[in-house]
Antibody
């Protein structure tokens, strides 16, 4: 059974640092690209960052580029998000999501097929 | 950045009703669109990918359509467990973007 479990959330002051982790199990972690997606309280979903399976490239949302760093450790089957210079507007539930590859009409589609339950990050003084 | 506009933001309906949620992209995204269902306090669940393909195990009362810039999610006969918030997502171009969500509530 595919499982993703986030940890590391909590209360932090503006300008602070936090490192989120996502423990993966039940699938070949090395074979899948991974994402972080967040959701501010009462708001919609916002994609945050993506990392390819071999860590050879990563993407970031404009809102976090230069402050957040995504990484992964295949030995530990874990995904990470280091968050620096945190702002009040970074307050959200942070989800890790696996990217799955699916086919339709001979074309490949990559979608977020499994998600963790999320971890809450609160940035407040 | 590709903007996705969902409508309506709020939809009130009854069990057994047929409902449609639309999602319009600010530029063409071919069929690189997915639909998710989210219930309060839970992570989103993938329902549909490639605009119209149901994930295995998703009830057949759900269907998706569209290509390019106009997409729709239809639920043919609402069941009590379908009352939730629905999001469209484009995966054609980074940054990945989501629609703002449609909350489906019981009338």
């Amino acid at each position: 059974e595919v499982q993703l479990v986030e940890s590391g959330g909590g209360l932090v002051k503006p300008g602070g640092f936090l490192r989120l982790s996502c423990a993966a199990s039940g699938f070949s972690f090395d074979s899948h690209n991974m994402n972080w997606v967040r959701q501010a309280p009462g708001k919609g979903l916002e994609w945050v960052s993506f990392i390819v399976s071999d860590s050879s490239y990563r993407y970031y949302a404009d809102s976090v580029r230069g402050r957040f760093t995504i990484s992964r450790d295949s030995d530990k089957n874990s995904l990470y998000l280091e968050m620096n210079s945190l702002r009040v507007e970074d307050t959200a539930v942070y989800y890790c999501a696996r990217e799955g590859k699916y086919y339709h009409d001979s074309r490949a589609y990559y979608v977020m097929d499994y998600w963790g339950p999320g971890t809450l990050v609160t940035v407040s003084s | 950045e590709i903007q996705l506009t969902q409508s309506p933001p709020l939809l009130s309906a009854s069990v057994g009703d047929r409902v449609t949620i639309t999602c319009r992209a600010s530029q063409g995204i071919r069929a690189y669109l997915a639909w998710y269902q989210q219930k309060p306090g839970k992570a989103p669940n993938l329902l549909i990918y490639a605009a119209s393909t149901l994930l295995s195990g998703v009830p057949s009362r759900f269907s998706g359509s569209g290509s390019g810039t106009q997409f729709a999610l239809t639920i043919s006969s609402l069941q009590p467990e379908d009352f939730a918030t629905y999001y469209c997502q484009q995966l054609n171009t980074y940054p990945i973007t989501f629609g703002q969500g449609t909350r489906l509530e019981i009338k």
